[in-house]
């Protein structure tokens, strides 16, 4: 979880929670929505269209979407 977190932090530029509402942070734009998609199909396999990530709301939501995947990064694997 916390290899999750720190990536997420470096896309969004500003330390993150689980809670995190990640279209409130400051400087949101569509770059880093893209960044994040990037992010989570290529350090996670977790492919996910625009209509997907628009009922994303909070860091713990990616999560979420990413499932086994993010524990199974934090391990090594």
Known sequence: MSRFLDR???VLETPVTEETRFREVPGWSS???FGILVTLENDY???M????FETMHTIADLVRACGAAVEEAGQGR
């Open 8 to 10: 997420m932090s470096a």
């Open 49 to 52: 269209d625009i209509a997907e």
């Open 45 to 47: 396999g977790r492919r």
């Open 31 to 33: 770059l880093m929505a």
